[in-house]
């Protein structure tokens, strides 16, 4: 948040804004133009000038085209890049764009007149901001300018539009209407979503998808994944596209068809599964897109979600840069691939750096409704609960069933907690996964990076051996959770964890001992579990880069249970 003395900035910032909702627009004439050049930054940085060398361009996020700017504000730089732009005096301009990320600031200065601006808070999507301004009688040229706030996250603007008379500078051409999207396709189906795709319509900055003629949400790629659906229910799916200029007609509608329930609550999970998480960053594993990734893993939980300056509420950004130019549309086209191949994908909440809290009602809205979002835009099958600096057992409990009300029976929910979360039901992790045991899928705790711990047994074990995995894992076995939802968390490689890391054939000796009573070291538990769920490994690109020995032995010994 901005410090203290730039409090009355703020006031007249939001005071400019809201006296500018109330300001009226002259309507276009017909040879009105966008005066702004390279407006989409299709050119990269040409025409435009960012202070401290803040700004760049990047192919994802993009409202529409192929590139946007990326602006990063630092120390006392707040990230302004701005442009001349050439105009006609005694005249009235509509200055827009559209913005995504940390706060963003749109505005214009050498008006002759008032000058004006406007802003947002951090948005998690693409979202316009647009203002109007009337040259003087002299005015030849203006400079417009975005900018975002200092020590704030970076923020991204795209399609900026100075739109009014031609003030003979030259620019952008007015956008029309986009042409009705053709092509519209069922890609697949679960007991509860429906994955759709459409060919790309020229012009359009982004799509709206209808189900049974009403608007249920938007998208700027060419595919979207509707979940929340009734199992065995059919339903009709338009899209249309969209640009400034306005929205086009409905396409022709397509029926999409979900199958009947999953004999897994509805989740369509096999008995027996494997869990890997997949790193939306280069750490020095292997860069992978999610279509590399093996198909061991039934459950892929992307990491990770991204705080926001709203409490409890998260985002998600993919590092399309950091991956190799990964793009948007690659990643949600990947996500309905594994779909299709019957696996699930679901974005991972936390991590060791992560720092969402969830402690009060509101907050717990805001979880469950920006999780939702996020699985409306990307498609992700449900949300993992990776949060490894507390949690709040009442309101993380709201929140998930919060969700769940959305989502419907088909959403997946894992936890990842610590060792030291689980060793007693009083713990709020262990509360939480009881809390909501009847949602739960699995809870894989984390079997490294820990000190020594007590088994169910009260004796005291350390890491890196079968008594370690058994010992604790019947803890939650004994303290209320279901066979079906208690999974081995290990690490795929010596590089993976600072420590705890165990070879594939020790995972597989606890996975036998718990099932069956075989392969066990000196703890043996009092019964077997067969209906055990799996194992998770951190991570799939950790794996790949180890040659995929865990997953090819992990993986097949967790299908080969009973």
């Known amino acids: 948040m901005p410090v203290l003395r730039n409090r009355r900035l703020w006031a ?107 802003w947002t808070p951090d948005t998690t999507a693409w979202k316009q901001l647009s203002t109007t301004f009337t040259t003087g009688a002299s005015t030849t040229s203006v400079s417009v300018y ?55 319509v020229s012009g359009a900055t982004g799509y709206n998808v209808y189900r049974n003629g009403t608007k249920i949400t938007a998208v700027t790629g060419t595919s979207a994944t509707v979940t929340g659906l009734t199992a065995s229910t059919s339903y009709s799916f338009q899209v249309t596209a969209t640009n400034s200029a306005g929205e086009s007609g409905k396409s022709t509608a397509v029926t999409g068809t979900t199958t009947a329930t999953g004999g897994n609550g509805g989740t369509g999970l096999p008995k027996h599964a494997v869990t ?5 960053f280069n750490n020095g594993a292997t860069v992978q897109k999610l279509s590399a990734v093996s198909s061991q893993y039934d459950i ?37 691939a594994k779909h299709a191949a019957g696996k699930k994908v679901i974005i991972s909440i936390g991590g060791q750096n992560g720092t969402i809290s969830v402690s009060d009602s509101t907050s717990a809205t805001n979880f469950a409704n920006s999780v939702y979002s996020l699985m409306q835009t990307y498609g992700f099958d449900g949300v993992d609960i990776d949060l490894e600096n507390g949690i709040n057992a009442t309101y993380m409990t709201q929140a998930l069933r919060s969700l769940s009300s959305k989502a419907g029976s088909s959403l997946i929910i894992t936890m990842a907690p610590q060792t030291i979360d689980m060793q007693s039901t009083s713990n709020a992790y262990f509360q939480t996964a009881l809390n909501v045991k009847d949602i739960l899928t699995v809870v894989n705790m984390q079997y490294y990076n820990s000190g020594t711990m007590l088994g169910c047994d009260g004796k005291v074990y350390g890491q890196g051996t079968v008594d370690f995995l058994t010992a604790l894992a019947c803890i939650q076995l004994q303290g209320g959770l279901s066979p079906s939802q208690v999974g081995l968390g290990l690490p795929a490689s010596t590089s993976a964890a600072g420590s705890g890391y165990v070879s594939p054939t020790i ?48 993986g097949a010994h967790v299908h080969a249970l009973p």
């Open 300 to 336: 892929i939980a992307v990491a990770f979600a991204d705080a926001t300056s709203t409490p409890g509420a998260v985002s998600f950004t993919l590092d399309s840069s950091g991956l190799g130019g990964y793009t948007v549309d690659q990643f949600k086209a990947d996500i309905a």
């Open 12 to 118: 007249g910032v939001a005071m400019a804004a809201l006296a500018l909702s109330f300001a009226g627009t002259g309507q276009a004439s017909a040879a009105d133009i966008n005066n702004a050049k390279n407006a989409g930054f299709e050119s990269g940085l040409t025409n435009w000038t960012c202070t401290a060398g803040s700004g760049t361009t990047v192919s994802s996020p993009v409202h529409s085209g192929a590139a946007a700017l990326k602006a990063t504000p630092a120390g006392q730089d707040n990230a302004q890049c701005s442009e001349s732009v050439a105009v006609k005096p005694n005249s009235t301009y509509t200055l827009s764009a559209w913005v995504q990320g940390g706060y963003s600031y749109l505005g214009v200065t050498g008006t002759g007149t008032t000058d004006v601006s406007t």
């Open 276 to 280: 890997g998480y997949w790193q939306n």
């Open 507 to 554: 995972v597989n000796n606890a996975l036998d001992c718990l099932t069956a009573g075989t392969n066990c070291g000196t703890f043996k538990p009092s019964k077997t579990y067969p209906d055990l769920r799996g194992a998770m490994t951190w991570s799939t690109n950790w794996d790949a880069a180890a040659g995929s020995s865990w997953s090819n032995s992990v």
């Open 146 to 200: 975005t900018h975002g706030w200092y020590g704030q996250a970076a923020y991204y603007a795209d399609d900026i539009s100075v739109y009014g008379p031609d003030g003979g500078g030259g620019g952008d051409p007015a956008p029309t209407v986009p042409a009705t999207p053709t092509g519209l396709s069922v890609s697949s189906t679960t007991s509860s979503s429906v994955s759709l795709a459409w060919s790309a």
